[in-house]
């Protein structure tokens, strides 16, 4: 069986400001620049050994995150704009919520959608600022466990969650 080329598991985040119209999605694909998106699971595992010398392991949950470093800024780029709100307003809470949408591509499209899982997100800008290379903005994205199975057109950049 062939491996899954790493361009078939796509990211798509939502880059709408908390003041847009509600349930307007932007969704902008990460992967320019970077060279790894590779969120990390950080389950919570307990384990205990028993007098027997049985090993009891506990899986109760896990806190992922993934961080999106390199950001390079670009002017008009709507994933820019909202992390410079995020910047410049110093933002907390809520402000800082969006989604981002696994794209499985490796799977068959149905009328250009493909199966997908949105996650509720909150964007932790690390810093701003760089090197001569250009202005970055990496940040981290903390998933905050809630998603929803469904399936994402690229073409359309529309997610629809699947009925229950």
């Known amino acids: 069986m ?8 796509a990211h798509y985040l939502d880059a709408a400001k908390p003041s847009a119209v509600p349930g307007t999605p932007s969704y902008v694909r990460l992967g320019k620049d970077l060279e790894e998106y590779s969120p990390e699971m950080s389950a919570e595992v307990e384990k205990s ?8 392991v506990l899986l109760s949950g896990y806190e992922k995150s993934g961080s999106v470093e390199p950001y390079y800024a670009e002017k008009g780029d709507p994933l820019f704009e909202r992390l410079q709100e995020i910047v410049d307003g110093m933002l907390v809470l809520d402000d800082c919520r969006s989604t981002l949408v696994d794209v499985h591509l490796w799977e068959e499209a149905t009328e250009g959608a493909y ?15 760089g090197d001569t290379t250009g202005y970055q903005i990496p940040f981290t994205l903390h998933y905050t466990g809630a998603r929803a199975a469904g399936t994402f057109d690229p073409s359309t950049k529309t ?6």
């Open 2 to 9: 062939p491996r899954i080329e790493r361009k078939y598991m």
């Open 115 to 129: 199966p997908a899982v949105r996650w509720d997100v909150v964007i932790e800008v690390s810093s701003h600022g």
């Open 49 to 56: 050994k028993n007098i027997c010398g049985e090993t009891s």
């Open 159 to 164: 997610f629809t969650e699947a009925s229950a």
